[in-house]
């Protein structure tokens, strides 16, 4: 498995506090991505992150703000929590931007 | 907008049997196309990953294939087993560096 890891795996956390998940890799990949699941939406994609200090946009980034100060880590911080945020994130990393994605464990993540 | 489809959303089939999974995309311009496996409660394992260029991919008892023209690709799983059972996923890769994925689709392999 490639060395990735989320933290916390589960949250609960109530509307209008800010959160912040963390994903962790050891494989040194340059490319990491932030993903929510959905039932009736599936997997979409947040944020990620190109290289240090380097990120972008993906389909559903409203409410989310994401950083990355070193290449094994990527933060995902939602500013003020909606119930529309409850949702399982995943992360991604890859070695390059067309080559296999690997996925973590995730965060269930709660908002009340 | 890409949009990506599965068919079947759920399939059961005794042990033993060959199965196909079926996955279509809207827009043919896509890099690479990728099959994931999703157990209960767990991430995503990945696959097989095919490139554009590329027809078909195989691992073990796997063989993913993809016709970029038309927009499909198949997942052929030979001699299936309760091991196997999980959701599969297909995604696809399009410029914007964005991952598009299908809805999945839920297997059950009864012994």
New interface residues.
């Given amino acids: 498995d490639a060395g990735i890891t989320q933290s916390p795996r589960h949250k609960v956390t109530e509307t209008g506090t800010p959160v912040t998940l963390r994903c962790h890799q050891t494989e040194n990949h340059r490319?990491m991505?932030w993903y929510r699941q959905d039932p009736g939406h599936?997997?979409?994609?947040i944020h990620?992150s190109?290289g240090v200090k380097d990120t972008?946009k993906?389909?559903v980034s409203d409410g989310y703000s994401v950083s990355r100060s070193k290449t094994e880590d990527f933060l995902l911080t939602l500013e003020s929590a909606t119930s529309s945020q409850t949702s399982v994130y995943?992360c991604?990393i890859g070695d390059r931007?067309?080559?296999?994605?690997?996925?973590?464990?995730?965060t269930r993540l709660t908002v009340l | 907008k890409q949009e990506v489809t599965q068919i079947p959303a759920a399939l059961s089939v005794p042990e033993g049997e060959n199965l196909v999974l079926n996955c279509s995309f809207t827009d043919s311009a896509i890099?690479?196309l990728?099959w994931?496996r999703q157990d209960p409660g767990?991430?995503?394992?990945?696959l097989l990953?095919i490139?554009s260029s590329q027809r078909e991919q195989t691992s073990g008892r796997l063989n993913a294939s993809l016709d970029k023209s038309s927009g499909r690709s198949t997942l052929y799983i030979a001699a299936s087993q309760p091991g196997d059972s999980a959701t599969y996923?297909c995604?696809v890769?399009n410029a914007g560096?964005?991952?598009t994925?299908?809805?999945?689709t839920r297997l059950m392999v009864k012994p």
């Fill in positions: 490319y991505y599936g997997l979409r994609l990620y190109y972008d993906g389909e995943f991604a931007v067309d080559n296999e994605q690997f996925f973590g464990p995730g | 890099y690479n990728q994931f767990k991430g995503l394992t990945s990953l490139q996923l995604a890769l560096n964005m991952l994925f299908g809805g999945g």
